[in-house]
């Protein structure tokens, strides 16, 4: 199947700072790319809906200013935790979706805010 | 709106033993698609398995196979002989087919999950 490369898989940081996060689809051209964010052991929770070209389509509830997504080729979409705090540590997960395919998911980062 | 729940928080079976794990859905639309992933402990989202509401056939993919009863709106996912390498969380999942504003094409709304743990 289809490869979605995400980096990194795991990133610790500090209270304040900023993280970026890559979605890369590697042998197709995403239109769409999803953001998830996942607790432990509970469901993925779709964060935003980004398309190439265009700005992100946020969830009710998920901070714009806070959740910064970038999609700026057909295979790269970044997205950015802005002034990271604690209650941001958490599993974040994005997929790809192409013209004639099935969304593709990576492999998820570990977000750890000290 | 969609909506995917897994009553089975945690499921236990023996090694080589079948499981079902639940999954039922609620939809007004005709066009949908259902999908089950496997989590395990990594994280990584693994598909397993894909059933489509026209498709009058249930899906099937080496041991896994999908119950799809369309009328009771479940898409029960059965594991046949249970692997040790089968323990993680389960996810079913539900897709919109149909295009709103280019951007519910591809946008899966899960259910809470079900951690199965497989004894030896």
């Known amino acids: 199947g289809a490869v979605v490369s995400q980096h990194p898989s795991r990133v610790i940081c500090k209270s304040g700072t900023s993280v970026k996060i890559e979605c890369r689809s590697l042998d197709f051209q995403a239109t769409t790319m999803f953001w998830y964010r996942q607790f432990p052991k509970k469901s993925l929770m779709l964060m935003a809906t980004?398309?190439?070209?265009?700005?992100?389509?946020?969830e009710q509830g998920v901070e714009k200013d806070k959740f910064l997504i970038n999609h700026a080729s057909l295979t790269l979409s970044t997205l950015t935790v802005t002034s990271a705090h604690p209650e941001d540590s958490s599993f974040y997960i994005c997929s790809a979706l192409g013209e004639n395919t099935e969304a593709f998911f990576g492999q998820g980062t570990r977000l750890t805010v000290v | 709106a969609q909506k995917i729940t897994q009553t089975q928080p945690g499921m236990f079976v023996q090694e080589k033993e079948a499981v079902t794990l639940d999954c039922t859905y609620d939809t007004s639309d005709q066009s949908y698609g259902l999908f089950w992933y496997k989590q395990p402990s990594s994280g990584e989202m693994i598909f397993l398995i894909y059933?489509?509401?026209?498709?009058?056939q249930n899906a099937t993919e080496g041991r896994y196979s999908l119950n799809f009863q369309k009328a009771r709106k479940s898409a029960n996912l059965v594991i046949s002989a249970s692997q040790l390498g089968d323990s993680a969380m389960y996810f079913c999942a539900m897709r919109e087919l149909h295009l709103a504003g280019g951007t519910s094409y591809g946008k899966l709304t899960f259910g809470q999950g079900t951690i199965l743990t497989v004894h030896p």
């Open positions: 059933q489509g509401s026209y498709d009058e």
């Open positions: 980004s398309n190439e070209g265009s700005k992100a389509t946020y």
